[in-house]
């Protein structure tokens, strides 16, 4: 059985950062996408950043140039989030697939908050 298990979301102040880290245990794929999409209340949930195996990636149009995304290996996966804004907080959850959208696995999110 596939667990993503995230850490690392809280409180920062507008303008600073945050490291959100994601692990991957059970049996997967070698070759796969994992990333990071995020849900406010009331709105749906939108991608942030993806990345496959082949070290290509994919950002969501509101985070390009401040967050970053990494990996290590094909099991974890980490979201260097820089310049926080107000629009930003949100549940963000980790995600494991194929393609350039991972959809068959998620974590249980872990929530981040901006205060201004």
């Known amino acids: 059985q596939v667990q993503l298990v995230e850490s690392g979301g809280g409180l920062v102040q507008a303008g600073g950062s945050l490291r959100l880290s994601c692990a991957a245990s059970g049996t997967i794929f070698s070759t796969n996408t994992m990333g990071w999409y995020r849900q406010a209340p009331g709105k749906q949930r939108e991608l942030v950043a993806v990345?496959?195996?082949?070290?290509?990636v994919k950002y969501g149009d509101s985070v390009k140039g401040r967050f970053t995304i990494s990996r290590d290996n094909a099991r974890t996966v980490y979201l260097r989030m820089n310049s926080l804004k107000p629009e930003d907080p949100a549940v963000y959850y980790c995600?494991?697939?194929?393609?350039?959208?991972?959809?068959?696995?998620w974590g249980q999110g872990t929530q981040v908050t901006v205060s201004s």
């Open positions: 990345m496959r195996s082949d070290g290509s």
């Open positions: 995600a494991l697939g194929a393609g350039w959208v991972p959809d068959d696995y």
